[in-house]
């Protein structure tokens, strides 16, 4: 059965850090590209993030650039989100996904992706 699990999330305080990790069992992941995305109390899910499967293509929704940063291990079916200068507008449940059409693409849209995690959350407070 195909999963995926994301953890490493956590309270930190403003200015912290958080890596977040995405494991895929029961496919290959390294055929899928992995978008990150997070959903905030009474919002819709906001894209953050995405790698190809390659991992040549990346893209990073504007609040998460230059903070942020994707990454990925094929051998280990894994995919990373370093999460640097966290500040509260940060605070959500962020989730992975993966989409089996990204060998050089990776999308920003929800409905691109066919597997999704249980998510993980983030709370940003002092």
């Known amino acids: 059965q195909a999963q995926l699990v994301e953890s490493g999330g956590g309270l930190v305080q403003p200015g912290g850090s958080l890596k977040l990790s995405c494991v895929a069992s029961?496919?290959?992941?390294?055929?899928?590209?992995v978008g990150w995305f997070r959903q905030a109390p009474g919002k819709d899910h906001e894209g953050v993030s995405c790698?190809?499967?390659?991992?040549?293509?990346?893209w990073y929704v504007g609040s998460a650039k230059g903070r942020f940063t994707i990454s990925r291990d094929n051998a280990k079916s894994t995919v990373y989100l370093q999460m640097n200068s966290l500040t509260a507008e940060d605070t959500a449940v962020y989730f992975c996904?993966?989409?089996?059409?990204?060998?050089?693409?990776?999308?920003?849209?929800?409905?691109?992706?066919?597997?999704w995690g249980q998510g993980t959350q983030v709370t940003v407070s002092s």
């Open positions: 996904a993966a989409d089996s059409d990204g060998t050089d693409y990776c999308s920003s849209y929800t409905s691109a992706y066919e597997n």
């Open positions: 029961g496919f290959n992941l390294d055929s899928y590209a």
């Open positions: 790698i190809s499967s390659r991992g040549g293509k990346t």
